[in-house]
């Protein structure tokens, strides 16, 4: 039997159980196998994590591991760049789109009402999921780890919260994405960018006391759905600015 040792540093401690946490843990094998799949037998999936090092040397996941490596695995840097060094994966998409699934509803409204371009299809398997999140290079956000082990996710996220305004947050503060937050741009319902409307556009779409109240809308091209500055908006403000103090 050959050995070989692990450490799983920071945040990806979260997919262990709290005995092996922090700690170097044993590696037993017969035949050499790939980083990735000793990386996901701990239940850590791939998409979590940016740097491997075997024996301080920077490897991606095809990376056989033998008699004695000492392997390091640490999750995303968000103060040190890391550039120079080999990643495992790859570069982070320039604009962030994402695809959650079924159990993630009122975060992708969150999603969409900050401006960010979120779908969830309806009662899609896993392996739908997998295959948005690669064809259209979409983040994949799940609470389901074993989704994210699939090969074909390259992009992808565990989330951690199970409250959908703490999962915002943590989706934001985790992707930097405080800066590019465009808010009320974006059909809560149906994803797609809102276009300005008056009045006479908005017709009977709106109650008549609110179309002579407020003078500025905006409306869904795709499903008809009126946005205005009511009593919501300021509830959706202080949420946002909820979010962007934590981040």
């Known amino acids: 039997m050959k050995r070989a040792t692990i450490r799983f540093y920071a945040e990806l401690n979260d997919f262990l159980p ?6 170097t843990q044993v590696v037993p094998f017969h035949v050499e196998p790939s980083v990735k799949d000793v990386i996901e037998s701990f239940g850590v999936p791939h998409t979590e994590v940016d740097l491997v090092l075997i024996n301080g040397r920077s490897v991606d996941f095809s990376e056989r591991v033998r ?6 695995v640490y999750p995303m840097f968000e103060s040190i760049d890391i550039r120079p060094v080999l990643k495992v994966r790859p570069e982070p998409l320039r604009e962030p789109r994402f695809v959650l699934d079924v159990h993630l509803g009122r975060l992708t409204a969150y999603l969409r009402m900050l401006g960010f371009d979120a779908v969830r299809p309806p009662e899609a398997r896993d392996e ?4 948005i999140s690669s064809r259209e290079r979409r983040i994949l956000l799940t609470r ?21 305004r703490r999962q915002l947050a943590e989706v934001v503060r985790r992707f930097d994405l405080a800066g590019l937050i465009r808010p009320f741009t974006r059909c809560l319902r149906c994803n797609v960018e809102l276009e300005p409307a008056d009045r006479e556009a908005v017709g009977r779409r709106v109650p008549e006391g609110v179309r002579e109240r407020h003078g500025e809308f905006r409306m869904c091209p795709a ?3 009126v946005y205005w500055k009511g009593s919501h908006y300021e509830r959706m403000r202080r949420l946002i600015a909820e979010v ?4």
């Open 144 to 164: 389901d780890r074993g989704l994210l082990k699939r090969n074909e996710v390259t992009h992808g996220y565990w989330v951690r919260e199970t409250a959908p």
């Open 67 to 72: 008699e004695g490596d000492r392997i390091a």
């Open 18 to 23: 709290e005995s092996e946490r922090a700690r």
């Open 223 to 225: 499903c008809g759905s």
């Open 244 to 247: 962007c103090e934590g981040s």
């Open 128 to 131: 739908e999921l997998a295959r």
